[in-house]
């Protein structure tokens, strides 16, 4: 009886094992990088400065194309240090609420009469802000995480697609592919 359990067991263990089907964690979009910051709030910390290019972070004097930093904020008679994404100065940049990142394929047709002129409309209070502060709660997130930023960089001519998906603690996260 002992021996026809065992090789009951085995078999089943075999053919959950030859299971063709994919279970494993990669997104749709296969050449997507995603990007976890340092905590930009901690005492001290300094911005994150992230060239697309290069997919690395990079230091403040080198080309950066996205960057997240405590910037002053006046509220009443005081001045509070809220995160921001502050974007750099050698890309074109719009936001899309009606596509989806794992499905952009291509720059859309409307982008340069939809990519921002002022670049400080995705800072904190900015009509397109990345990150929200909720004063009823003390909390910060990121707005809209399903909207899609599209990236062109003038020094190199490519395109990316960004989504700015969490923030926690100081940290975000934020994935982008290149087209």
Known sequence: MNKIIKT???????????????DDNVSNSTNAVEVITHDIDASGAPGFYYDLHAGAEVDSSN?????FQMIPVPFGQTT???PSLV?????????YNDIVFDEVEGTPDTFMSDYFQDRS?????????????????????????????????????????IQFMEYVSGVIAF????F
Not at 87 to 95: C, K, Q
Not at 175 to 178: I, L, M
């Open 8 to 22: 009951l067991l085995c078999s089943l263990m075999f053919f959950i094992g030859c299971d063709n089907s994919n």
């Open 63 to 67: 080309t950066w194309h996205l960057s």
């Open 80 to 82: 509070y240090m809220m």
């Open 87 to 95: 974007l750099g100065e050698t890309a074109y940049v719009a936001v």
């Open 121 to 161: 409309v995705v800072q904190y209070s900015g009509p397109n802000e990345v990150l929200q502060y909720d004063m009823q709660v003390h909390r910060v997130s990121v707005k809209e995480p399903e909207r899609v930023f599209i990236a062109y960089e003038l020094d190199n001519h490519t395109t990316y697609a």
């Open 175 to 178: 994935k982008f592919k290149k």
